[in-house]
T-cell receptor, first 115, second 111 residues
Framework: GAVVSQHPSRVICKSGTSVKIECRSL??????MFWYRQFPKQSLMLMAT?????????EQGVEKDKFLINHASLTLSTLTVTSAHPEDSSFYIC???????????FGQGTRLTVV | QKEVEQDPGPLSVPEGAIVSLNCTYS??????FMWYRQYSRKGPELLMY????GNKEDGRFTAQVDKSSKYISLFIRDSQPSDSATYLC???????????FGQGTELSVKP
């Protein structure tokens, strides 16, 4: 199957700093990428959908100025958590979908801890 | 009411048992139904994908969709300890649309 690489897998940062998470589709072109957040023992909550070359569409309640998403190429999307606070600590997962496809392939996730 | 409801478990079964996992949903527009498996601290991986109603079988896994009841199921036959994971149902309205996930059911298969 198609491979989506997410980096870093784990990051610890100080409160007030920004953190960037990368999501790459390694063997296909992803016209659409999705970013999710998952709390322990809870489901994946969609944060935003991004299409290559256009602005991301954020779900209700997600602060677009805090969670900056860039989808500059067909193989790379980034999520930047700006001015992180302890309540932003969570598991962030990206997924990528090839153009015209139904299946979305998931990255391995990033465990963010803000101290 | 959540769009997709799934019993979070945990569910514990002995090795070799048949496992039944279920989700209900409220949006009758959903047409694409998926089951994902997620190991601890990892991203989900797609197990089964079904379009509209019906059954689909892949090895020890069978997915069923009953759109009239807004109910989907995943059956695992001859369960193995390696099947221990969280199983998430997901569904979407259109091809290329956004996936809506259930809460996930934590499954433990004991040797």
């Amino acid at each position: 199957g198609a491979v989506v690489s997410q980096h870093p897998s784990r990051v610890i940062c100080k409160s007030g700093t920004s953190v960037k998470i990368e999501c790459r589709s390694l063997d296909f072109q992803a016209t659409t990428m999705f970013w999710y957040r998952q709390f322990p023992k809870q489901s994946l909550m969609l944060m935003a959908t991004s299409n290559e070359g256009s602005k991301a569409t954020y779900e209700q309640g997600v602060e677009k100025d805090k969670f900056l998403i860039n989808h500059a190429s067909l193989t790379l999307s980034t999520l930047t958590v700006t001015s992180a606070h302890p309540e932003d600590s969570s598991f962030y997962i990206c997924s990528a979908r090839p153009g015209g496809g139904t299946e979305a392939f998931f990255g391995q996730g990033t465990r963010l801890t803000v101290v | 009411q959540k769009e997709v409801e799934q019993d979070p478990g945990p569910l514990s079964v002995p090795e070799g048992a048949i496992v039944s996992l279920n989700c209900t949903y409220s949006n009758s527009a959903f047409q694409y139904f998926m089951w994902y498996r997620q190991y601890s601290r990892k991203g989900p991986e797609l197990l089964m994908y079904t379009y509209s109603s019906g059954n689909k079988e892949d090895g020890r896994f069978t997915a069923q969709v009953d759109k009239s009841s807004k109910y989907i199921s995943l059956f695992i036959r001859d369960s193995q300890p390696s099947d221990s994971a969280t199983y998430l149902c997901a569904m979407m309205v259109n091809q290329g649309g956004k996936l809506i996930f259930g809460q996930g059911t934590e499954l433990s298969v004991k040797p």
